[in-house]
């Protein structure tokens, strides 16, 4: 067996131990240092957790040096053309592709679930118009745990699949719903002829009046769209919706602490940014040289929004996809975006620039989705919403995998704590 020898040595007290080496099947190496505080009473600190794994999982694997992206061990780009969301939900969730039978089956289940409780419909009344939908979807989804209260028992392994499948069909009618409540439209239900992509187009973009024509070349780019967002193994929303599982949490509860964490403009919420920076970069004589010399400068606190990853140093192989699709879906809706010739120069400038070479940093999966999204009449704040709707099924996944292996404790990092040693309490006349 492999192992490390760790040696620890405290003002002359030399205490040291055997460390299990662990190696994955794509042979990343870890120490295994579960038993390290008991046996040498030292911990590690790694903030930000750069270099710790916190879990063995089977579901995705990524080579950052590489530019590799894998589900279940299938390539990303061999899923974004040949594969659907639903297809790819299967994937995750099950652990291997489904047959025709199966895959049917799924597709029926997923329809028959897409209403939301009509009293849930009031909820939306309560929100003001100008409500930001990840706000509104985050509260839905916890709150259908209140609908279905079998579900919140997340031990009880036999309702995880009629679970699991409520949530990925009504999220898609939530997220529809927030946008209707957004612009003022009434909400359009769900038509079970459609496929799940096509039924997000329905419900966001139909109203009563007219019929609304679904193309299935804008089908096929949000199911490429959904497939890239579709998981990433531990990232901060996953890793957040592991440690809220890790307490027991419900599968409702898990997600919807998931989707707050995906808000942040570091994490999902830099698509909807990287839409704001580059109009402001246009708004501000499109100078896209002025715009890096004031992101280079450390102390205007500015991002190049949709660059960088704590993973991928090389390229982003779901960045890549998103580009051509991008030239594809606006050359075939007939539009001129001059956004995305913005991006374009923005990008090419920073790939020469020696900040950003030295760092490696190059454009992310958030870079060029924004655009697509645009083109295809979203407005700004669903982005992120929608990669939510993308990410549901890695989250689900990665919930159902922890839960599933004997080994899960509840997450309980430690700390070095750095304060005051013992104080006496002071009693309120006597302090400064
Ligand atoms: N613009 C300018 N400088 C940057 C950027 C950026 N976008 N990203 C990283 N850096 C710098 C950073 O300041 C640091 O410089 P130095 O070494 O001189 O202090 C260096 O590059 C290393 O960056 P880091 O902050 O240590 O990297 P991280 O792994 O902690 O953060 C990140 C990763 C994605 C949060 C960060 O790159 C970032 O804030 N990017 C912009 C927001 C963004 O696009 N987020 C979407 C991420 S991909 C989709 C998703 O998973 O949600």
């Not at 240092?33 to 009473?41: A, E, F, H």
């Not at 939908?133 to 985050?138: E, G, R, T, V, Y």
């Not at 679970?163 to 927030?178: E, N």
Request: charged share 20%; glycine share 6%.
């Amino acid at each position: 067996m492999n192992s490390a020898k760790l040696t620890v040595n405290l003002g002359g007290d030399e205490k040291s131990m055997d460390l299990p080496v662990l190696i994955g099947t794509e042979a990343e190496v870890a120490l295994d240092i579960r038993n390290l505080r008991q046996q040498l009473g030292v911990i590690v600190l790694d903030p930000a957790y750069g270099n710790t794994g916190s879990c063995t999982s089977a579901i995705t694997y990524i080579d950052g040096e590489k530019g590799i992206l894998r589900y279940r061990g299938i390539p990303i780009e061999q899923l974004g053309e040949k594969s659907t969301f639903v297809e790819v939900s299967y994937l995750l969730i099950n652990g291997r592709l489904p047959n025709k039978h199966e895959l049917s089956e799924y597709s029926r289940k997923l329809t028959m679930h897409s209403l939301i409780h009509e009293d849930m419909k009031h909820f939306f009344d309560g929100y003001p118009a100008t409500a930001h939908p990840m706000a509104i979807l985050s509260a839905m989804v916890c709150s259908l745990s209140s609908f279905y209260p079998e579900a919140l028992d997340a031990t009880n392994t036999e309702v995880f699949d009629i679970t699991a499948t409520r949530l990925l069909s009504k999220l898609r009618t939530i997220a529809a719903f927030s946008y209707k409540k957004s612009i003022g439209q009434p909400f359009m239900y769900p038509k079970n002829e459609l496929s799940y992509c096509a039924n997000l187009i329905h419900m966001m973009f139909a109203t009563p009046c007219e019929p609304y024509p679904i193309d299935d070349d804008i089908v096929k780019v949000i199911n490429l769209l959904l497939i890239l967002h579709a998981d990433h193994e531990q990232n901060c929303s996953t890793s957040t919706v592991r440690l809220v599982g890790s307490g027991q949490a419900n599968l409702f509860a898990s997600i919807a602490s998931g989707i707050c964490a995906l808000w942040g403009p570091r994490h999902g919420g830099a698509n909807q940014e990287v839409i704001t920076m580059l109009a402001q970069i246009r708004k501000n004589g499109d100078d896209v040289n002025k715009f890096l010399t004031l992101v280079k400068d450390r102390q205007s606190g500015v991002k190049l929004m949709g660059f960088g990853h704590r993973v991928y140093k090389n390229f982003d192989p779901r960045a890549v996809l998103i580009k051509s699709a991008a030239d594809k879906v606006l050359s075939k809706l007939g539009r001129n975006d001059p956004l995305l010739e913005t991006a374009k120069r923005l990008e090419e400038a920073a790939l020469k620039d020696s900040y950003f070479v030295d760092r490696r940093l190059y454009p992310n999966v958030d870079f060029y989705s924004g655009i697509i999204y645009r083109a295809l009449g979203f407005a700004t704040n669903m982005f992120t919403v929608l990669f939510a709707l993308g990410r549901l099924p890695g989250w689900i996944a990665q919930w159902k995998e922890m839960n599933e292996d004997p080994s899960t404790r509840i997450g309980r990092p430690r700390q070095v704590y750095t304060g005051n040693t013992a104080l006496d309490y002071t009693p309120i006349d006597q302090r400064e």
